[in-house]
């Protein structure tokens, strides 16, 4: 028998019983568009993590409090996560006798990265204190905000943040401690709609104390689940006045010359660190990280993330295969008395195998279609809060896997329907 022929009575074999035939197809449509879907999340989500991140600049490094460590005189107390900012001055020094000290990070510490002859290659540098709690409420309306920043007009620059209405706060406002703020589209939103522009010259109170808006802040859109325009800048003079008081810094953002000086300006941050902490690299009580880093150890997280989302969609292409397997053996079964008249009119054993073998493949040939075409639908729809971005190895993948299910798992059902002999199978009920 010729393979037409083959393919003739395996296209009747599976229309003879067409909804048992849907149903076993299910398994493999689902599995299919599950590893398109959930590599697509994947994707997305680590293409939008690196926009954010290269949004930065690739210039552009954040210093972090981190543990506890020894390093001789304890200086510059208080909470670590909040500022005491230029021109806010630091607690007096004492001496703790343990030689050990707080993490934290001074307006003392940001002053000096400043410092052209120790930092040559650093050409910005702006203290944050973050503010905790934080509910924004205008005429009736009112949201929490999740990113309550105070820093400097230098801070804008340093993370290429944009004015989409009004302008921005200047060193005059940071100096004469005057309560303004700039809002994310987001806050903005959520106080009057999508007129945002109509906040611009308003006051806003923040945990109850009045602030003006003097301008809008351009959208950078979201990171997965985060909103990157879910947030507040304000000068952190008025903000240690009025919402964190006077204390330490939460993070210091600090800019190199160029792209090829960020090395050299992070190892001048971590050099003039270490001599105000007395800390070696052992002994470190901060971190500092430049946008490179921070993109690297991203998208290893990410590929990672990626392969756990395939590999968990992988399963329903394993479970569609032996839903697959089972009905091809319910089906060698009911055909019994099919296999013995074949054989006695002369079929061989590789035309019984063939038909089979060709009836899971067509099995597993019609989920793939359909999953590809699901699977492409589905990953235009935006997934908690991640833009899918399909990669066409995981769609190519995902189909040759199905065919490879039915060919696995249509193997065994196949050799069990050539293996029965002519006698046996005529004599079957």
Do not use: C
């Amino acid at each position: 028998m010729n393979l037409s022929e083959s393919w003739r009575f395996a296209l009747r074999g599976v229309s003879a019983n067409k909804t048992r035939s849907a149903l076993t197809t299910l398994g493999i449509i689902i599995g299919v568009a599950s590893v398109i879907i959930l590599v697509a999340v994947g994707t997305g989500s680590a293409k939008a993590v690196e926009d954010s991140i290269s949004s930065l600049g690739s210039n552009t490094m954040t210093v972090t409090p981190t543990g506890t460590q020894g390093g001789g005189i304890a200086g510059g107390g208080g909470l670590a996560g909040i500022a005491s900012l230029f021109g806010g001055g630091g607690a007096a020094k004492t001496d703790t006798g343990t030689k050990t000290r707080n993490p934290t990070l001074t307006m003392e510490d940001a002053r000096a990265l400043t410092d052209t002859t120790a930092a040559p290659d650093v050409i910005g540098v702006a203290p944050v204190v973050s503010g905790q709690n934080i509910v924004a409420t205008y005429e009736g309306a009112s949201h929490s905000v999740p990113t309550f920043s105070g820093s400097t007009p230098a801070y804008l620059g340093i993370n290429n943040d944009t004015i989409s209405a009004g302008t921005a706060f200047t060193d005059a406002d940071y100096e004469s401690h005057r309560r303004v703020v700039l809002l994310g589209s987001t806050v903005a939103e959520q106080l009057v709609g999508q007129d945002t522009t109509a906040l611009v010259g308003q006051s806003v109170s923040f945990n109850g104390k009045a602030f003006t808006v003097v301008g809008i802040l351009g959208e950078k859109g979201s990171t997965g689940p985060l909103d990157n325009d879910d947030r507040v800048i304000a000068p952190a003079t008025a903000v240690q006045d009025t919402l964190t008081g006077y204390e330490d810094l939460s993070s210091i953002s600090v800019k190199a010359s160029s792209s090829d000086t960020t090395a050299s300006a992070q190892d001048q941050v971590t050099a003039i660190l270490d001599g105000r902490h007395n800390t070696t690299a052992a002994t470190r009580d901060f971190s500092v990280f430049n946008s490179a880093t921070i993109l690297s150890a991203a998208t290893s997280s990410n590929d990672t993330f990626t392969v756990l989302l395939g590999a968990v969609a992988a399963i329903s292409l394993l479970v569609g295969g032996i839903g697959v397997m089972n009905i091809m053996l319910v089906t060698v079964t009911e055909r019994t008395r099919e296999i013995g008249i074949r054989k006695a009119i002369g079929a061989g054993k590789g035309d019984i195998v063939t038909q089979f073998l060709l009836e899971a493949v067509i099995l597993s040939l019609l989920g793939g279609v359909v999953g590809v075409v699901l699977g492409l639908i589905g990953s235009q729809f935006t997934i908690v809060g991640v833009v899918p971005i399909v990669a066409p190895y995981s769609v190519v993948l995902a189909f040759a896997v199905a065919l490879a299910t039915g060919l696995f798992f249509g193997l065994y059902p196949a050799s069990r329907a050539a293996s029965l002999r002519p006698i046996d199978a005529l004599r079957y009920e």
